[in-house]
């Protein structure tokens, strides 16, 4: 029994991953990833054409497709996401590229309100905000 899924740099799984374990993409995933409870890193070199359903999700790679995280969502520095990501927690950095709504989620995972819409291009005030040189979660 393995206790986490890796996809290394220069392979590439076409198709759905569902599974109960957290796991780590530094290559390609075509198809939507569900690890309900856990958590899921896409790193810098790592690419997802589909959407992401964990706990935890970090990228710091591209998606294309929606993200949520029932619990935090962190995009790093060269993060790229082109669709929505929804979650109660997150950290995302200033020079991250987001083509898509952000919205916060309640803990029943429904929404509560949308921080920023592309279609209207305005950001809460909130989202990045300074604290001892670091982007704080709201």
């Known amino acids: 029994m393995y206790n986490s899924f890796f996809i290394p740099e220069g392979f590439t ?57 029932e619990k935090s969502a962190v995009i790093e520095e060269h993060g790229e996401i082109t669709g929505d990501i929804c979650s109660s927690e997150m950290y995302i950095h200033p020079n991250t590229k987001i083509g898509g709504n952000i919205k916060k989620t309640g803990k029943d995972g429904k929404v509560i309100e949308t921080i920023y819409q ?21």
């Open 13 to 69: 799984l076409t198709g759905h991953i569902d599974g109960t374990v957290p796991g780590r993409i530094e290559g390609t995933v075509i198809g939507d990833i569900y690890m309900k409870g856990f958590k899921v890193i896409v790193s810098e070199t790592g690419f997802v054409q589909g959407s992401i359903y964990a706990a935890d999700i970090i990228i710091g790679g591209k998606v294309k497709g929606d993200i949520y995280a």
């Open 118 to 138: 592309t279609d209207q291009h305005q950001k809460k005030e909130y989202l990045v905000t300074e604290k001892n040189n670091e982007n704080s979660w709201w």
